[in-house]
């Protein structure tokens, strides 16, 4: 592969993120919402999920 000079590769570079598009602001705020609301119910989830275990696990140690 041959190599390319880096002020073509910077000119490359900047024609291609021209092309990206950038999400909104709007579009950022509900994203990032939507985020930490499922990161919480994950975390509620894996918490009632790691006590019932823990109880569990408890309950059979105590069986003589």
């Given at each position: 592969?041959?190599?390319?000079?880096?002020?073509?590769?910077f000119q490359q570079v900047?024609?291609?993120?021209?092309?990206?598009?950038?999400?909104?602001?709007?579009?950022?705020?509900?994203?990032?919402?939507?985020?930490?609301?499922?990161?919480?119910?994950?975390?509620?989830?894996?918490?009632l999920a790691d006590q019932?275990?823990?109880?569990?696990?408890?309950?059979?140690?105590?069986i003589r």
């Amino acid at each position: 592969m041959a190599r390319t000079n880096p002020i073509t590769f910077f000119q490359q570079v900047r024609q291609e993120v021209s092309k990206v598009t950038w999400p909104g602001r709007n579009e950022v705020l509900i994203s990032t919402a939507m985020v930490i609301v499922l990161v919480i119910l994950a975390s509620l989830f894996f918490l009632l999920a790691d006590q019932v275990i823990s109880w569990f696990v408890s309950l059979l140690l105590s069986i003589r």
